[in-house]
């Protein structure tokens, strides 16, 4: 990491905490919240909850599959 992905990074976060604020301001605390960090959990969270989805998909066929058996 360089200096110019520090002096990004350092920006990045002056944003963001400077939108919150304002939005908190504006909209109030919980849809600032949601609207903020929902994403950023989605895009965090969301790939492991669809895999662990289609693997109980999958574990439901499986158990349906040798029931019938």
Known sequence: MDERDG?????????LIGVVLI???LVGLWWTVAIAYGPLLVAYCGPTLA???AIEVEVRRYRRAVRRS
């Open 7 to 15: 002096l990004a990074a350092a920006v990045a976060v002056v944003l």
């Open 23 to 25: 939005s908190r301001e």
């Open 51 to 53: 895999r662990r989805a």
